[in-house]
């Protein structure tokens, strides 16, 4: 099977921008998580959706938005783009609630 | 990994000895939780995962023990190897109904030849 796959791989914006992210999770999973890695806040929990549907939600602005498309596949956007915004985004997928995550290589997202 | 934390803590260890890491939970509600290996320029890596209902569970050269009393999980490496080297991160899920991983700080782990 296939592994999660994001893209892009690499994104370079400015302040006030906005970015669309892509996560194709492993087939049959139809769960989708979002975490933002940096260097000062680790490993933070953005969202979760499954079956479409924002299941769970993390201590993040706004500005952080996400969906699920019927095929599993998700996008996460960040709207007016802050330079703290630069982080890992990383997503996983799993079959179900409380099943093992999978992650995939992430984003690296700068804003300059 | 991708830049974990300017103070991550690091583990030296000699190629072929056993490595411990250690990390410590916060939420006794936790009920599954999960090491991560994550080198640098990729996501984590699965290694193993442990349910509340048991106290160590065994894989391929590692092994992960949970102690509920004092929330506190550890990592057992056997015979460490320099592919072992990354940084190493547990995590405990707290979705009430879902997938929402707490993650702790991260343990980098060298592994000298």
């Known amino acids: 099977k296939a592994g999660v796959t994001q893209t892009p791989r690499y994104l370079i914006k400015t302040r006030g921008q906005q970015v669309t992210l892509s996560c194709s999770p492993i087939s049959g999973h139809r769960s989708v998580s979002w975490y933002q890695q940096t260097p000062g806040q680790g490993l933070q929990f953005l969202f979760e959706?499954?079956?479409?549907?924002?299941?769970n939600k993390g201590n993040f602005p706004g500005r952080f938005s996400g969906r699920q498309f019927s095929n599993s596949r998700s996008e996460m956007n960040v709207s007016t783009l802050e330079l703290g915004d630069s982080a890992l985004y990383l997503c996983?997928?799993?079959?179900?609630?409380?099943?093992?995550?999978?992650f995939g290589p992430g984003t690296r997202l700068t804003v300059l | 990994g991708e830049s974990v934390g300017l103070h991550l803590p690091t583990l030296s260890v000699q190629e072929g000895d056993n490595s411990i890491i250690n990390c410590a939970y916060s939420n006794s509600a936790s009920d599954y939780f999960i090491w991560y290996k994550q080198e640098s320029g990729k996501g984590p890596q699965f290694i193993i995962d442990?349910?509340?209902?048991?106290d160590k569970r065994q894989g391929q050269r590692v092994t992960v023990l949970l102690n509920k009393t004092v929330k506190h999980l550890s990592l057992q490496i056997a015979a460490t190897q320099p592919g072992d080297s990354a940084v190493y991160f547990c995590?405990?899920?707290?979705?009430?109904?879902?997938?929402?991983?707490?993650f702790g700080g991260g343990t980098r782990l060298m592994v000298k030849p």
């Open positions: 996983a997928s799993s079959q179900g609630a409380g099943d093992t995550q999978y």
């Open positions: 959706y499954f079956s479409e549907t924002q299941r």
């Open positions: 995590a405990e899920n707290r979705g009430n109904a879902g997938n929402m991983l707490t």
């Open positions: 442990i349910r509340s209902n048991m």
